[in-house]
Structures are given as structure tokens and as C-alpha cells.
T-cell receptor
Framework: DAKTTQPTSMDCAEGRAANLPCNHSTISGNEYVYWYRQIHSQGPQYIIHGLKNNETNEMASLIITEDRKSSTLILPHATLRDTAVYYCIVRASGGSYIPTFGRGTSLIVHP | EAGVAQSPRYKIIEKRQSVAFWCNPISGHATLYWYQQILGQGPKLLIQFQNNGVVDDSQLPKDRFSAERLKGVDSTLKIQPAKLEDSAVYLC?????????????FGQGTRLTVV
């Protein structure tokens, strides 16, 4: 699997958009980009995933660059409850699906 | 839909003692994972089951850790004997099938402290 690089920590004002970057420069053509988050004392929670096209759901938007070497998770209107560690994961389409987590980005949303 | 259930929520044991964790995945989920999360780190996969068969246990310290999923539903993870470095949160996750396009659902975890 391609490795990912994320900033260790970020902060964001409540009500503003939170933009979390992820670098995956060694990604291959059949690898998807997944985002999970982990709120304190809870298990990780799936947010969104994509291959090439930008994706949006009720939680967030995922913007993948044209060369697919980086992506950005966007929380359009961050709330205090979005304070969590956000993990960017790259997974191949074939074979077994085993979510492998790095250290992620610790996002703090402040009032 | 009920989520992934884990018990106990917390456990404190002395080193060299034994401990067991239990996981009940979401109904109908064929794939079950156990992860270890040490404080300040991301979760690390220990073992993956597909129904009652082991798919990947390459990172399971087999000299002291064991896991089973006898009927392809519930699973238990055991540590015997425990070491101080086993202090961590043990997370169980399940997914419907074993493909890239399926999200994994996680339980709240069991926080183990070895003293």
C-alpha cells in the first residue's frame, strides 16, 4: 500500500471550513483514498473514500488532485464535536481490505 | 442497526496475568478485525478473520496472543501472560465483506492497563 503523510496537528475555528491535507505521492492506479476519524475514547469512524473523482457525503467532501498524489478532506462547517484525530489511508482495490492506520492529524476545533 | 459490541470496557491486570476480550460484530458481517492501539499511535492490525478462518495474523505476537472466532460470529482475543508493553486499547472492527469498497465499523474498544 502507498504510504501517506499528514500534518501532526491542525486547528480550526468553529463554523469555519476545516481542510485536512494528505500526501500520497506513491499511490498506484488501483488504490483508493479513505478517511477515518477517531474521537477521544472511541473507535475510528469511517468518513469518506474515493478513487479519482471528488466525493461528497453528509459528513465531508474529499478532493483528490488530478495526479492523485494528494487529497484534502473538507469539513465545511466545523463544530466542536469534529475535534478528533483524522486518518488518511490508501488501500488497493484487489485482495484483502485491511485498514492500516498511521498517526493521523489531530484536529482541534476551537470556539 | 446495533454497532460492534466489545467487553469489558476497561481492564487492569498485573503483569504475567491472563486477560480475554470479547467482541460481537455487526450482524451479518463476515469480516472481523482486532487492532491494538498504543497511546499516541494509530491502530495496528493484529488479526483478521473471514467468517471463522484467519486471513492475516502476521502481526499477532503468537507467543502470548491468541484469538478465535469459532462460529464465525463472536470473537475473543486473549493475552497470556501479559507484559507491561501490552497496555493499550484493543479495538474490534467488522465489515460486511472483505473488499476495498466496504467500510469497517469499529467498537469502542477495551482499555487494558498492565501494572
Amino acid at each position: 500500500d502507498a504510504k501517506t503523510t499528514q500534518p501532526t496537528s491542525m486547528d480550526c475555528a468553529e463554523g469555519r471550513a476545516a481542510n485536512l491535507p494528505c500526501n500520497h505521492s506513491t499511490i498506484s492506479g488501483n488504490e483508493y483514498v479513505y478517511w477515518y476519524r477517531q474521537i477521544h475514547s472511541q473507535g475510528p469512524q469511517y468518513i469518506i473514500h474515493g478513487l479519482k473523482n471528488n466525493e461528497t457525503n453528509e459528513m465531508a467532501s474529499l478532493i483528490i488532485t488530478e495526479d492523485r498524489k494528494s487529497s484534502t478532506l473538507i469539513l465545511p462547517h466545523a463544530t466542536l464535536r469534529d475535534t478528533a484525530v483524522y486518518y488518511c489511508i490508501v488501500r488497493a482495490s484487489g485482495g484483502s481490505y485491511i485498514p492500516t492506520f498511521g498517526r493521523g492529524t489531530s484536529l482541534i476545533v476551537h470556539p | 442497526e446495533a454497532g460492534v459490541a466489545q467487553s469489558p470496557r476497561y481492564k487492569i491486570i498485573e503483569k504475567r496475568q491472563s486477560v480475554a476480550f470479547w467482541c460481537n460484530p455487526i450482524s451479518g458481517h463476515a469480516t472481523l478485525y482486532w487492532y491494538q492501539q498504543i497511546l499516541g499511535q494509530g491502530p495496528k492490525l493484529l488479526i483478521q478473520f473471514q467468517n471463522n478462518g484467519v486471513v492475516d495474523d502476521s502481526q499477532l505476537p503468537k507467543d502470548r496472543f491468541s484469538a478465535e472466532r469459532l462460529k464465525g460470529v463472536d470473537s475473543t482475543l486473549k493475552i497470556q501472560p501479559a507484559k507491561l508493553e501490552d497496555s493499550a486499547v484493543y479495538l474490534c472492527a467488522s465489515s460486511l465483506v472483505m473488499t476495498h469498497n466496504t467500510e469497517a465499523f469499529f467498537g469502542q474498544g477495551t482499555r487494558l492497563t498492565v501494572v
